[in-house]
């Protein structure tokens, strides 16, 4: 396929809108040097619109931004059933989870594991989310890269460069402060971006709004009788919502990124506030990537063909770069960019809390504030320069099978995990044995579901729902066969509002 040239209009775009980037990374770095409460929390004075805002961009990344669109564009809006479930936690997060995390008022979510069981599932947390984000920052930095430069002719080592490298700098400079802002700025860009996309698509199409909207019907591209039947070809709605529910249980309970956003606002009702803006922002964004794509169908129904065996995982790209005029094509670029770095800014940062709260102050003890953030910020340099370069080794050997295997191999954490953090607060006979337990067993069944293709079309939402399941269930009833471990008032839902005895273990100055 012939590439397209990207000019030195759209050029300026995109480095006008990494000037903005490191921008703020320096604006907040004097703060942010203050000391690793201000680094990993802002010290807790953040807006909750902010917080929620930037909830919304860690968990939109620039492949959300691209494979929505191209998910309505294949087929229709069945999987708008899955933004749908962000709306349906949020009572659960701020009546169940959130009060622990204030109450404790931790900066890694795997100290919660500790109160309440020990040191070691405290560890295990925390690594499995080390290994999975350090995937996932070269996974984000490679697939946006690689759908950029498919249609393009910009080499992709200095896509991911601008992506990667100035993302590193600008988080190892602003801090958690830095972060929230940056995301917010980049949500405004790909959400601004996504509209002005639609916008401009529909003025292209003949007759416009219209014919948009006679092609979805027409050709079943929103929503129907069908998506509600149970088939191996294609998923249902209601196994797209409850499958998406346990894997928003995971990101929105079990995955630092997140819970650490819970520490940014200074008070519950904040907090909560913040969970009610990323799930509004959810709701209105759903409609709108999802109609990016249907209005993509109308638009190549009725243009030029797309070129021959084209990979449709780059139409968003190609239409922008095919159809938008210099300088705006550019910016809309950047909104892939926006995407990208919300989600490998708050990983890097997440990371280097986990590994220097979780591991260096844990077990290895606490220096001055001043060493512990030169520490935090060592960490996001090494953990970014280790994902970047990972990513690199993508883009040379240019192969999915690598990454596909990665995302086997680490995903199967991260929702046995969400049913682990479910034990911790619904339960009370719950321990240590019974919940690593369950942990294990979630693992083997969530591989044995995977690499079997258990479930046809729905197989993703079916392992979600049997894993997180099998981790609750099994973590539960192996812990009363084992004698209860520790005192744990005040660490379940009913006893909500006792304070608890917990004792984060005094950390030894070194």
Request: charged share 10%.
């Amino acid at each position: 396929m012939q590439h397209i040239g990207f000019g030195m209009w759209n050029w300026i775009a995109i480095i006008s809108y990494l000037l903005v980037m490191l921008l703020i990374g320096l604006y907040f770095s004097k703060r942010a040097g203050k000391d690793t409460d201000a680094f990993f929390t802002a010290s807790g004075r953040l807006p909750s619109w902010a917080v929620g805002f930037s909830i919304y961009a860690t968990t939109l990344s620039a492949i959300t931004f691209m494979s929505t669109p191209e998910k309505a564009f294949l087929t229709d809006w069945t999987y708008i059933a899955g933004n749908i479930s962000i709306i349906a936690i949020v009572p659960i997060l701020i009546h169940y989870y959130v009060p622990f995390f204030k109450k404790l008022k931790v900066t890694s979510a795997y100290e919660y594991l500790e109160a309440r069981f020990s040191p070691v599932v405290r560890l295990l947390g925390s690594l499995f989310f080390i290994v999975f984000h350090l995937g996932r920052v070269a996974i984000v930095i490679y697939l946006p890269t690689l759908a950029i430069t498919s249609v393009s002719d910009i080499n992709p080592f200095v896509v991911a460069s601008l992506v990667g490298i100035l993302c590193i700098i600008y988080t190892f400079l602003g801090g958690f402060e830095g972060v929230v802002w940056s995301d917010f700025i980049q949500g405004v860009i790909l959400l601004g971006g996504a509209i002005f996309i639609i916008i401009l698509g529909i003025m292209k199409i003949d007759g416009g709004w219209d014919t948009l909207v006679t092609d979805a019907i027409s050709n079943k591209k929103l929503i129907s009788a069908d998506n509600w039947k149970f088939s191996a070809a294609a998923a249902a709605i209601p196994i797209i919502f409850l499958g998406n529910v346990f894997n928003s249980l995971q990101q929105y309970t079990a995955s630092q990124d997140v819970v650490q956003r819970y520490q940014a606002s200074d008070s519950q009702k904040e907090t909560n506030k913040s969970l009610w803006t990323n799930g509004i922002l959810a709701m209105i964004s759903a409609p709108i990537f999802f109609g990016m794509g249907t209005m993509l169908y109308s638009f190549y129904q009725h243009a030029d063909a797309l070129p021959k065996d084209f990979n449709t995982s780059a139409i968003v790209p190609y239409f922008i770069l095919m159809e938008m005029p210099p300088f705006v094509a550019g910016l809309l670029i950047a909104a892939i960019f926006a995407a990208a770095q919300s989600t490998i800014s708050s990983s890097l940062n997440s990371i280097s809390a986990c590994i220097s709260v979780d591991i260096k102050q844990r077990f290895f003890g606490k220096a001055n504030d001043k060493k512990e953030v030169q520490f935090a910020r060592l960490t996001i340099i090494l953990a970014g320069l280790l994902g970047f370069g990972a990513s690199m080794y993508l883009i040379a050997n240019d192969s999915n099978s690598i990454w596909d295997l990665f995302l086997l191999i680490t995903g199967l954490f991260g929702v046995p995990l969400a049913g682990i953090f479910a034990v911790v607060i619904f339960t009370k006979r719950a321990n240590t044995v019974g919940v690593i337990s369950g942990l294990v067993l979630g693992i083997i069944l969530t591989y044995i579901l995977k690499t079997s293709g258990f479930g046809g079309a729905g197989s993703p939402f079916l392992v979600s729902i049997a894993s997180f399941l099998v981790s609750f269930v099994a973590g539960y009833f192996i812990s009363l066969i084992v004698p209860k471990q520790k005192d744990i008032t005040g660490l379940t839902i009913y006893e909500k509002d006792v304070p608890t005895n917990y004792v984060r273990k005094e950390i030894k100055k070194i």
